[in-house]
């Protein structure tokens, strides 16, 4: 199982978005620790789709970035970074105000792969919005 990297903490990954889609989002880390990650995303109109419900990919960016900033903070040592290559998720509900909060959990932290759950909630309420997992591929330097 990879350890938490003692260099990466919430002030540093809250850095990593900034003139990228998770600082553009509004996607803010609010807690790390060994096999999780915490976050939120306040809800602004830009998260909207025209049908004036909470878009789907505004949702997925909030979880996917916080499993993948999660997989940065347990990374194996000597790795050199990581991608994407499955997700899904189920969306149970929507707010229409507020913030939404992501509750990133590690399944398996392998040395060539990670595989996180998260769970998106409305935060003032606790109410599940969405139910995702991704699988995450660690990325060697090459010989």
């Not at 999660?70 to 969306?91: C, D, M, R, W, Y």
């Amino acid at each position: 199982m990879s350890k938490l990297r003692p260099e990466i903490n919430i002030e540093v990954l809250n850095q990593r978005g900034g003139e990228y889609l998770p600082g553009y989002l509004g996607i803010q880390m609010t807690e790390l620790g060994q096999d999780f990650l915490k976050s939120r995303m306040p809800v602004k109109q830009l998260h909207f789709a025209p049908n004036n419900f909470l878009h789907a990919a505004s949702v997925v960016a909030l979880a996917d970035t916080t499993c993948g900033y999660a997989t940065v903070a347990h990374l194996p040592q000597g790795a050199q970074s990581f991608t994407t290559i499955e997700l899904k998720s189920n969306h149970l509900g929507t707010v229409m105000e507020g913030a939404i909060a992501c509750h990133a959990t590690a399944q398996h932290l392998g040395r060539n792969t990670h595989v996180w759950d998260a769970v998106v909630t409305d935060e003032a309420t606790g109410k599940k919005i969405a139910l995702f997992r991704c699988t995450q591929m660690i990325l060697w330097p090459k010989a």
